[in-house]
Nanobody
Framework: QLQLVESGGGLVQPGGSLRLSCAASGFTMENYALAWFRQDPGKAREGISCIRSNGEIKYADSVKGRFTISRDNANKRVYLQMNSLKLEDTGVYYC?????????????WGRGTQVTVSS
């Protein structure tokens, strides 16, 4: 059974950093695109970043230059390094997986981890 479990969220001040981690199990990670999404209550889910198995990476304009996605296929993990955090980065961050391609409609989702940026 494919499973994604996020960790690393928390409370951070503006300008601070957090590193999110997503542990994957139950599938051959090498064949999948892995992504991070963010959602605030009352707002639409937003794609933050996605990394394909060939190394191709996409970022939302709102996080370019501040966030870095990476993957470790051997240890079945995907990471999101978040620097220079802003108040508007607050939300629940979800890890998602999809065979081969990045998509706004990923097939598999974790339960999310809360990130709160506040002074």
């Amino acid at each position: 059974q494919l499973q994604l479990v996020e960790s690393g969220g928390g409370l951070v001040q503006p300008g601070g950093s957090l590193r999110l981690s997503c542990a994957a199990s139950g599938f051959t990670m090498e064949n999948y695109a892995l992504a991070w999404f963010r959602q605030d209550p009352g707002k639409a889910r937003e794609g933050i970043s996605c990394i394909r198995s060939n190394g191709e990476i996409k970022y939302a304009d709102s996080v370019k230059g501040r966030f870095t996605i990476s993957r470790d296929n051997a240890n079945k993990r995907v990471y999101l390094q978040m620097n220079s955090l802003k108040l508007e980065d607050t939300g629940v961050y979800y890890c998602a997986a999809n065979i081969y391609y990045c998509s706004s409609h990923m097939d598999y989702w974790g339960r999310g981890t809360q990130v709160t940026v506040s002074s």
